[in-house]
């Protein structure tokens, strides 16, 4: 078995720390929107902190699809603006 040394650099952790914690922080203000909205009690906070959580990873996975579509329309524009000289 071959070994592979993956290095993933510490501006890629900064930024991928950072959007989880926007959507995390997405998720919380939702929730905290829906309990100002409805009325509910402020316990609601500790108590519906799983959907909460459930939610912000939800949200991380859907823009990390939305990031790799985005990659992935960038690299097949990119090939086809300079064709192989071949």
Known sequence: MKDLNIV???RR???EITIIAFCLLFA???NLYAIVRFDSPW???V???HYVVAVG???YLVIGLLRFILQLIK???NRVKK????
């Not at 064709?83 to 071949?86: A, I, K, L, Q, W």
């Open 43 to 45: 316990s609601e906070i």
């Open 75 to 77: 690299l097949l524009l």
């Open 8 to 10: 993933i650099k510490g």
């Open 28 to 30: 919380l203000l939702v």
């Open 47 to 49: 108590t519906s902190l």
């Open 13 to 15: 952790i900064k930024l």
């Open 83 to 86: 064709p192989s000289s071949e």
């Open 57 to 59: 990873v939800f949200t």
